[in-house]
């Protein structure tokens, strides 16, 4: 069954970039659309990008459009989300989430997370 584990997160100032990773395990991804959320404290969950199988058709929330780029590289079974302009209110744990379906499907399969921090 297909896992998924996040990596690349960590401290950032204000302004800086990181580049988050989602590798599979067990199963390839190549067929699933990955979608990416976040986590604050306090707050609910918030989807904020997904790519489709193929990475021909992505979408992002307004709240990171232009400053979030997701892409896939199905032969290293790896979904990547690259987090520029990094802003206080980007802190949170990044997740990873696999659906069979589409971008607006349920996503069964998540990963355990990975916490970015943005603080000068």
């Known amino acids: 069954q297909l896992q998924l584990v996040e990596s690349g997160g960590g401290l950032v100032q204000p302004g800086g970039s990181m580049r988050l990773s989602c590798a599979a395990s067990?199963?390839?991804?190549?067929?699933?659309?990955i979608g990416w959320f976040r986590q604050a404290p306090g707050k609910e969950r918030e989807a904020i990008s997904c790519?489709?199988?193929?990475?021909?058709?992505?979408t992002y929330a307004d709240s990171v459009k232009d400053r979030f780029t997701i892409s896939r590289d199905n032969a290293k079974n790896t979904v990547y989300l690259q987090l520029n302009s990094l802003k206080a209110v980007d802190t949170a744990i990044y997740y990873c989430?696999?659906?069979?379906?589409?971008?607006?499907?349920?996503?069964?399969?998540w990963g355990q997370g990975t916490q970015v921090t943005v603080s000068s």
């Open positions: 790519i489709d199988s193929g990475g021909g058709r992505i």
């Open positions: 067990r199963s390839s991804l190549s067929n699933y659309p």
């Open positions: 989430a696999a659906t069979p379906f589409d971008c607006s499907g349920d996503f069964s399969v």
